[in-house]
């Protein structure tokens, strides 16, 4: 059975309802039965007492009249047998003696209250009769009727034995104790006489007063004749009078038991009422003390719920965190371990308890112990090897346990922050190094110069290679990230295995990378390293099958020679790399002072660039575009010029290599574009313009958005406009490439892939952009005359076109041996300085406003 303070959980507290329910209800009945059981019991005590008093009364009854007989029978036998009424009331009736002188009077009637005083001669005759005191003369037969006669014989047979008779007789209705005897000498010194002699009777009446007053005399209540019998339902007794009839008497018969029951009832039901009001109080005061004991226990059942919650709380918290909760005594010595000790390290706690803390702990002993002794226990970061041989990192905290002020011991948590430890290594070698690859950065770089610039003793030196890839930009922007991520990485593996232990190789971003190295002899010791590294990054990569070509320049410095600073140290070797840069590339170049001039020069024409789009130094020629048939001009291809101030008109080759690696041919692109639009609109003739688009343009997310806004804000159709792109820049099919291509020929603008034959692209390429146009490159056309082969290549490009269905440009048409030639080989539209140089734009609006020039 479940107890209702179960301590499995927090039963509802139910003590109240409980006894209300089931105590209560057993009490009351309990209550109630024994007061109805005393209640029976009285009453059968009383009924009892009463049935035995009944007995009693009956009994008593009886007797009362029987001793009314035997009394009448004495007081007869006294008065019959005294020698003086024989005397005088035998032969004859003295009844001066007899009545006068109150011997057999008025006296006997007065004190024992004798109805009548009769004597009786033998004979019949009533010699002397007093009746009610008075005396009379009456017939004693006629006065009781029934019965004297068997009585008086009776008394005579009595008389022989010296005793009277008695019997009942009615008189005048009434029930009357006659008593007889015949008048005797009583043995007095009298003479007999002769014959039989009178008798002598008393009559007593038992009306109403004399029976009560007979009963009486045994405490028998009102005693009184019954009259009717049948319909009585109390105590009687019956006599018999001496005619045979019977005659009843009832009385009232005490009842010991009833007043018992009149007494005891009322002091039951008032102790019944006073129990019923102690119940009361006692289940009221039970019922409180029930509720305060729910309540108490509802509390009690609360703060336990409380405190189980909270040590669930407590266990879950220890479980689910990645701590262990440790104890030990006060030497350290392994007392407690917790579960979750066994997840984190895979050791058994029991494995350890009992060894001291220390052999768990990878750390100093005195350590420990002054840490454990300090008054204030800051944390301790620690480590251990777990279980499968692996370090771990933790961190410590504890608590001295004391009892009664005594250090019985140390506990604490150890909270596993190999992770955290793990992570901070992580982001202190990410903070340090390269993510791609895993060398040194800039700032592990820098640190590493300044320590050791910082310790290079006198005579030794510090060589620093500032490495630049030459043509990485193109792999990043036509083969894409992944694969400009591939040659980096082999960069950075080759640059490894070309330098030794203790030299540092790291890369600064981008595509330029430093080596530091010592023990560098100056006498052909650089020379042949710088090589080598160029040599080595010139080698082709492989991505995909396909394999890649970049190069490399170097600028070298020299600490303490050139600087002897970190920073100033990389600023030699950076405008060193100017220099072998500006030198074509593939080369390396040392530092000199005369460098920083250049350099300067090369940030000046930066600066000067920038300064000519914003002030619109930059005009827009025109090279018309003819159909080589009929030398219609068909479109115009938009060639920027840069008005220099002081150096006059600059071509592009002269500023678009800068402004691509200065980053500014967005910008320059931007205004190219807008400008042509705007003058190709309004042109006399609805032809095409052709603008150049930059690699770099090509890859800017904008450059779609800024060909709509430019054909928009003109009112150019996208039919009008052409772009061309170089083969170079398609040299190896991107998704994005083709994506961006895609996205311009949707707004209806041709495509041309420019200087085509010089880039190697593949033909499946060609076939998957877009291209309208195909634009064979100078170089070719230059040679036809001269050279077979080239002519061949001019014929294969432009059967090449035909079969993709593309139309053919040729570029460079120099000569009209050169136009002839290429119109023989179909070619239809060519461009070139025999039919026309690149114009100003008022120009060219003016040659196609010349009727004979327009078809
Ligand atoms: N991204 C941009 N690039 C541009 C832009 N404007 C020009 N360019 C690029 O510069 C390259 C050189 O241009 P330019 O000096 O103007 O030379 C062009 C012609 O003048 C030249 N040409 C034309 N006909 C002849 C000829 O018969 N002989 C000969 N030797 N040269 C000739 O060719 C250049 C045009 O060639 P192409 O672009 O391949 O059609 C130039 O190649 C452009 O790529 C610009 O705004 N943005």
Request: glycine content about 6%; aromatic content about 6%; charged content about 25%.
């Amino acid at each position: 059975m479940q107890s209702p303070y179960s301590i499995d959980g927090p039963a509802k507290p139910k003590a109240k309802a409980i006894f209300a329910r089931r105590i209560l209800p057993g009490m009351v009945a309990l209550l109630v039965a024994a007061i109805v059981a005393a209640a029976f019991a009285i009453a059968h005590i009383a009924r009892k007492i009463d049935q035995d008093a009944l007995q009693q009364s009956h009994f008593l009854a009886s007797k009362a009249l029987q001793a009314q007989h035997d009394w009448m029978n004495r007081s007869i036998v006294d008065y019959a047998f005294w020698g003086d009424a024989y005397l005088h009331l035998s032969k004859q009736v003295d009844a001066n003696w007899a009545y006068a002188q109150a011997n057999l009077g008025p006296s006997l009637y007065k004190d024992f209250g004798y109805e009548a005083i009769l004597v009786i001669t033998p004979s019949g005759d009533t010699s002397y009769a007093v009746i009610h005191g008075e005396l009379q003369a009456v017939d004693a037969f006629q006065y009781l009727q029934h019965g004297l006669s068997e009585l008086l014989a009776r008394a005579r047979e009595a008389a022989e034995d010296d005793a009277g008779a008695s019997a009942l007789l009615w008189l005048h209705g009434q029930p009357a104790l006659v008593a007889a005897a015949s008048l005797a000498t009583g043995g007095a010194d009298i003479e007999e006489h002769e014959g039989p002699p009178s008798t002598l009777v008393f009559v007593d009446v038992l009306d109403a007063e004399r029976l009560e007053a007979i009963g009486e005399q045994y405490a028998v209540e009102k005693l009184k004749l019954l009259t009717d019998p049948a319909d009585h339902a109390g105590p009687a007794i019956s006599q018999t009078l001496e005619d045979g009839t019977a005659v009843y008497f009832t009385w009232t018969a005490a009842q010991p038991g009833r007043l018992l029951l009149l007494v005891t009832l009322p002091v039951l039901a008032a102790v019944a009422l006073g129990l019923g009001l102690l119940a009361w109080l006692l289940v009221r005061h039970a019922l409180r003390a029930m509720h305060l004991l729910d309540l108490s226990y509802a509390r009690l059942a609360s703060s336990r719920s409380a405190l189980a919650e909270s040590e669930e709380r407590f266990r879950d918290v220890a479980e689910a965190a990645s701590d262990w909760i440790w104890e030990t005594d006060e030497q350290a010595r392994l007392t407690f371990l917790s579960n979750r000790f066994r997840q984190i390290t895979g050791y058994e706690p029991k494995q350890w308890l009992g060894r001291p803390l220390l052999e768990l702990l990878i750390t100093d002993s005195a350590a420990l112990r002054s840490w454990l002794e300090a008054p204030e226990i800051t944390p301790l970061r620690s480590s251990y090897r777990a279980a499968d041989g692996c370090e771990r990192f933790c961190r410590l905290a504890a608590r001295s346990i004391r009892h009664d002020g005594a250090l019985v011991g140390y506990r604490g948590t150890a909270s596993d922050v190999t992770e955290e430890t793990k992570a901070q290594a992580r982001v202190q070698y990410l903070s340090q190094h390269d993510p791609l690859t895993g060398l040194p950065n800039r700032s592990r770089l820098r640190d590493y110069l300044e320590q050791n610039l910082a310790s290079l003793r006198s005579g030794s030196t510090l060589t620093l290679l500032y490495i630049d890839l030459d043509r990485f930009k193109p792999v990043n922007d036509t083969l894409g990230h992944a694969a400009g991520d591939e040659v980096l990485m082999g960069v950075a593996s080759r640059l490894r295995e070309r330098t030794r232990d203790g030299d540092l190789v790291a890369r600064l971003g981008g595509d330029e990378f430093v080596v530091a190295l010592h023990r560098m002899s100056e006498d052909g010791g650089i020379d042949r390293l710088c090589n080598r590294i160029i040599e080595a990054l010139s080698a082709p990569f492989i991505y995909e099958d396909q394999q890649i070509s970049i190069g490399a320049s170097i600028g070298v410095a020299l600490a303490p020679d050139d600087a002897s600073q970190a920073n100033e140290l990389l600023r030699c070797a950076d405008i060193a790399l100017y220099q072998a840069k500006d030198a074509g590339r593939g080369t390396w170049r040392a530092y000199g002072r005369e460098m920083d001039q250049r350099l300067h020069e090369r940030l000046r024409r930066e600066e000067e660039l920038r300064v000519a789009i914003a002030e619109q130094q930059l005009e827009v020629h025109y090279q018309p575009r003819y159909l080589s048939q009929s030398m219609q001009i068909i479109g115009a291809e938009a060639l920027v010029r840069w008005h220099h101030p002081t150096q006059g008109m600059l071509l592009p080759e002269q500023f678009i290599p800068l402004a691509e690696e200065a980053g500014l041919i967005i910008p320059l692109g931007r205004w190219v574009l807008h400008q042509a639009c705007q003058q190709a609109a309004s042109w006399p003739v609805e032809m095409t313009v052709s603008v150049n688009l930059s690699p770099l343009q090509l890859h800017d997310d904008r450059l779609l958005d800024e060909i709509a806004r430019a054909l928009r804000e003109n009112g150019l159709p996208g039919e009008r406009l052409e772009l061309e792109v170089t083969e170079s820049a398609l040299l190896q099919e991107t998704q994005s490439t083709l994506d961006a291509l895609k996205r311009i020929k949707a707004l209806g603008v041709h495509l041309a892939v420019d200087d085509f034959g010089t880039g190697y692209s593949s033909l499946t390429n060609l076939r998957h952009y877009p291209f309208d146009v195909i634009k064979i490159d100078n170089s070719f056309v230059a040679g036809i005359e001269q050279s077979t082969e080239d002519h061949s290549i001019v014929r294969a490009l432009i059967e090449l076109g035909r079969g993709l269905q593309m139309r053919v440009t040729a570029e460079g048409v120099e000569t009209e041996e050169q136009l002839r030639l290429l119109t023989d080989d179909g070619c239809t539209e060519v461009q070139g300085f025999h039919m026309s140089l690149p114009m100003p734009a008022e120009e060219l609006r003016r040659l196609l406003a010349r009727p004979t020039d327009i078809s």
